[in-house]
Nanobody, 115 residues
Framework: QVQLVESGGGLVQPGGSLKLSCAAS????????WGWYRQAPGKQRELVAG???????NYTNSVKGRFTISRDNTNNSVYLQMNSLKPEDTAVYYC?????????WGQGTQVTVSS
């Protein structure tokens, strides 16, 4: 069973930065498109950033210009650099495939943006 392990979250002030990491225990990591998702209290999980097999990226409008997704196929990892964080970015962040059948969700990593 594939395991997804997210890390890097924390408490940060508005305007601050965090870098999230996700390690995936799958031998076919490089063949998949990946994404970062988030779920705020009382809201549905949403896709915030995606990266295709060839490195093409896409972002939801609310994070464009502030977040950057990247991948390292050698280490089966995907990253999310988050800059200029806002209180509305507060959520639990998850990684998973961005197409096809998703793997079982990991535990996520909590990001809290507050002064």
């Amino acid at each position: 069973q594939v395991q997804l392990v997210e890390s890097g979250g924390g408490l940060v002030q508005p305007g601050g930065s965090l870098k999230l990491s996700c390690a995936a225990s799958t031998g076919i990591f490089s063949f998949a498109a990946w994404g970062w998702y988030r779920q705020a209290p009382g809201k549905q999980r949403e896709l915030v950033a995606g990266i295709s097999r060839d490195g093409t990226t896409n972002y939801t409008n609310s994070v464009k210009g502030r977040f950057t997704i990247s991948r390292d196929n050698t280490n089966n990892s995907v990253y999310l650099q988050m800059n200029s964080l806002k209180p509305e970015d507060t959520a639990v962040y998850y990684c998973n495939k961005n197409s096809g059948i998703r793997y079982s969700w990991g535990q996520g990593t909590q990001v809290t943006v507050s002064s």
